[in-house]
């Protein structure tokens, strides 16, 4: 059988209407909808369902609102293919905290909780900041990285071969946009976002998710329950498993450390993982996988319809 890992979504990839049809359709996804609700006191699925738009993108809805939405499609797909088993799985910056619950390393309800603090404390650091970020297409991490180097902004998500996101204060983004394009880069958009997400004007956020996660009990492979003790979970900064000793600190390093996608991918093809299944919001990881390897075989899951697709249909 065909190895399987899963893929959770990051921030951005949310729009109003999300999950609104696996909760309609599906009891197991609508429970975890609900469960959610309880647990933060106060109506998630509603701002999921109906917005407004701009409460959705503020990144302390936001991230709960992805987390719950990855883990009910996984609830769905579960309760849809009763033999389904995936043998590891990875998320984009937010999305890790989600693979790391799918995976049993924390209970749903920290995971959630966690994310809706991690998406406070972002939005804090936002406003306290002037940050900004850039996606810079056709050009290299080597030759990139000089340049932030001088305008001092970060690398902050290398997502796949020609695609890189820069992030850091907005004067330094805005120069390394020139020089990039001035040094060969194919293209250098600004980014609508609220901050500079993965720079070092994270760090006020990163130092109080480390008390955060102080307090929260990570379940190690070695004791992990229900199945899923051998499952790794890819951490965004090393592209390697993680270990127990050092998830905490890796999830405080990965807000102000570069997110290593492509690198993580390829680490996942590199232990066999022949099929891939994005649960979540939108089709961007799907999109990056093929521009990692045309060959891997990809299916975006964030409404019922979707198990009817070819790739789905092997699971």
Not at 85 to 104: C, D, V
Request: proline content about 4%; hydrophobic content about 45%.
């Amino acid at each position: 059988m065909d190895k399987v890992a899963l893929l959770f979504s990051g921030q951005g990839a949310q729009f109003v209407g999300m999950g609104k049809e696996l909760f309609e359709s599906s009891e197991p996804a609508r429970k975890v909808f609900e469960k959610a609700d309880h647990i933060l006191g106060l109506k998630l699925s509603e701002v999921c369902f109906n917005g407004p738009e701009i409460a959705l993108t503020e990144t302390a809805w936001c991230q709960p609102a992805i987390f719950v939405h990855g883990m009910a499609a996984l609830a769905f797909l579960q309760a849809a293919r009763p033999g389904f088993q995936f043998q590891a799985a990875a998320g984009l910056s937010l999305g890790e905290f989600t693979a790391l619950t799918a995976a049993g390393w924390m209970s749903f309800e920290d995971g959630l909780r966690i994310v809706r603090r991690r998406g406070e404390l972002m939005q804090q650091a936002c406003e306290k900041t002037r940050g900004a970020m850039a996606s810079i297409m056709g050009m290299e991490a080597n030759l990139l990285r000089p340049i932030c180097e001088e305008t001092g902004v970060d690398l902050a998500n290398l997502n796949c071969p020609g695609q890189i996101v820069i992030s850091g204060e907005k004067t330094g983004i805005e120069r390394a946009i020139a020089l990039a394009k001035e040094k060969g880069a194919k293209r250098a958009i600004p980014l609508m976002v609220a901050g500079a997400y993965h720079s070092r004007l994270m760090k006020s956020a990163a130092e109080q998710l480390a008390v955060e996660l102080s307090t929260l009990t990570i379940q190690s492979p070695s004791s992990a329950g229900d199945g899923f003790s051998t499952i790794p979970v890819i951490s965004n900064v090393t592209s390697l498993p993680h270990e127990p000793a050092s998830v905490k600190q890796r999830l405080v390093d990965q807000m102000i450390s570069s997110v290593h996608w492509e690198k993580s991918m390829r680490h996942l093809l590199s232990l066999g993982i022949q099929r891939f299944v994005e649960l979540g919001p939108g089709e961007v990881l799907a999109g990056l996988m093929k521009r990692i390897d045309r060959e891997a075989q990809v299916v975006s899951l964030g409404k019922t319809g979707d198990l009817e697709k070819p790739v789905a249909n092997q699971l």
